[in-house]
T-cell receptor
Framework: GQSLEQPSEVTAVEGAIVQINCTYQ??????LSWYQQHDGGAPTFLSY????GLEETGRFSSFLSRSDSYGYLLLQELQMKDSASYFC??????????FGKGTRLSVIA | DTAVSQTPKYLVTQMGNDKSIKCEQN?????MYWYKQDSKKFLKIMFS???????INETVPNRFSPKSPDKAHLNLHINSLELGDSAVYFC?????????????FGEGSWLTVV
């Protein structure tokens, strides 16, 4: 089977850095993706890691360790608009992405 | 231009009714999906189609029947609606490339069964 674990809620201060962790168990693995979803909106793609290491896209970075079945999303210089839910997801062979239950990030002033 | 569009956006209906949600993508992708997001925001895949062929059916009741007339369309028909079917249904599409499998979601269809 496949499963992903991520914290349900995280709170951080505007301008700070926050890390959202994700661990996964899957029978096959191609890569780890991260999606952002604002309340009432659709999930939107943030980043994808197929190989170990850090991928940086502006204020957002994502890390993957395949040997540890672990990844994280790093958000820097937090802004109020970053308040949203963040989902990690795995792509396993031909199986479409399997999503975690999401982490609700609240950015406070 | 909307990449993945689904209709209706909101649907309120009574238990026992049959309803359909339509989805179209203009991205030229080969693969389309239906996801269900419940009140706790857990996003779960229901179906996946590749070039009109069903490739994934994740323990969804057979009251749910997807139909793909062509690779740009994937409609979802639901028979005998139940209260527990109330959720947001997202259509999505993707194309596997050398850099991964990015899924593009529609805006969602809010289904309320009363």
């Amino acid at each position: 089977g496949q499963s992903l674990e991520q914290p349900s809620e995280v709170t951080a201060v505007e301008g700070a850095i926050v890390q959202i962790n994700c661990t996964y168990q899957t029978s096959g693995f191609y890569g780890l993706s991260w999606y952002q979803q604002h309340d009432g909106g659709a999930p939107t793609f943030l980043s994808y890691n197929a190989l170990d290491g850090l991928e940086e896209t502006g204020r957002f970075s994502s890390f993957l360790s395949r040997s540890d079945s672990y990844g994280y999303l790093l958000l820097q210089e937090l802004q109020m608009k970053d308040s949203a839910s963040y989902f990690c997801a795995v792509n396993s062979g031909n199986t479409p992405l399997v999503f975690g239950k999401g982490t609700r990030l609240s950015v406070i002033a | 231009d909307t990449a993945v569009s689904q209709t209706p956006k909101y649907l309120v209906t009574q238990m026992g009714n049959d309803k359909s949600i339509k989805c179209e993508q203009n991205l030229g992708h080969d693969t389309m999906y239906w996801y269900k997001q419940d009140s706790k925001k857990f996003l779960k895949i229901m179906f996946s189609y590749n070039n009109k062929e069903l490739i994934i059916n994740e323990t969804v009741p057979n009251r749910f029947s997807p139909k793909s007339p062509d690779k740009a369309h994937l409609n979802l028909h639901i028979n005998s609606l139940e209260l527990g079917d109330s959720a947001v249904y997202f259509c999505a599409s993707s194309q596997v490339t050398g850099t991964g499998n990015t899924i593009y979601f529609g805006e969602g269809s809010w289904l309320t069964v009363v």
